[in-house]
């Protein structure tokens, strides 16, 4: 695991997620960067997690162009000590860590009849795997830090989705069995590349990581997202 920020407190923030300390999994690729970006223009302190350093550190450099509070930190949240690892080290840093933007949404480049052991294995790691560790080491660690999955998208078709969305669907709606709060979305299609399209997603996100939403827990909710343009089409 790498850090490449300095360890000096943040300034206070202004915003409805202001003096949130809140990390985001999986930031190094698709919704990773316009979730940071919304939940840092919100306020909140922002931690982006990946395998990418170099994605990592782009990103959070242009989100602290733009006046967001962001560090990147290189950790595969799939590995229980990893995992540990990362979580120590925001704490380290900031003393408490209020949420987490947990990204299980990895697509399978087969179809499901031509996916092999390795490609399934990596997809239920990333997707499943990912998920249950970072529930487990919240759990025994900072039980009261609330998580939002952004799980396997509506428009992957292929049936190597759905086991991976039953599996996280039936730990989000009985995690609050061992009193956490954890929320599943499922947005409507991958990643468009453009904030504006992607805009009802991370408005979810932001509205699940206020205060004022802190009681809501169990929640599987599907998020309509606006279909993206063909190449030459005009967006209306």
């Known amino acids: 695991m790498t850090f490449s920020a300095g360890d000096a407190s ?6 409805p997620l202001a003096n949130q300390v809140i990390a985001v999994t ?11 970006t919304a939940l840092a223009h919100a306020g909140a302190s922002v ?5 990418a350093p170099e994605t990592l550190a782009a990103i959070a450099s242009g989100i602290e162009q733009q006046g967001g509070q962001v560090i990147p930190l290189a950790a595969d949240v799939s ?36 996916l092999s052991e390795n490609e399934w294995m990596e ?22 830090t609330w998580v939002t999955v952004v799980g396997p998208h509506r428009d992957e078709a292929g049936l190597q989705a759905q086991p991976q969305r039953g599996a996280i669907r039936a730990l989000v709606e009985h995690a609050s069995q061992e009193e956490m709060r954890l929320n599943l ?18 408005d979810v996100v932001l509205a ?10 169990g ?4 998020v309509p997202l606006p279909p993206v343009p063909r190449p030459g089409e005009r967006r209306t």
């Open 123 to 144: 997809l239920f790691n990333t997707n499943v795997k990912s998920t249950v560790a970072l529930t487990q080491v919240l759990r025994r660690r900072h039980p009261h």
């Open 47 to 51: 931690v982006l997690v990946g395998t």
């Open 10 to 15: 943040p300034p206070p923030q202004r915003g």
């Open 79 to 114: 590995v229980p000590l990893d995992c540990i690892s990362a979580l120590g080290r925001i704490l380290d840093i900031y003393g408490e860590l209020h949420g987490v933007v947990h990204l299980a949404d990895r697509r399978a480049h087969s179809n499901f009849q031509d």
């Open 208 to 217: 699940l990581a206020t205060p004022a939403l802190r009681h809501l827990r």
């Open 26 to 36: 999986s930031a190094d690729q698709g919704y990773g960067r316009p979730i940071g």
């Open 185 to 202: 979305l499922f947005p409507s299609r991958a990643s468009s590349g453009d904030d504006r399209l992607d805009q009802p997603l991370t």
């Open 219 to 222: 929640n599987v909710m599907e």
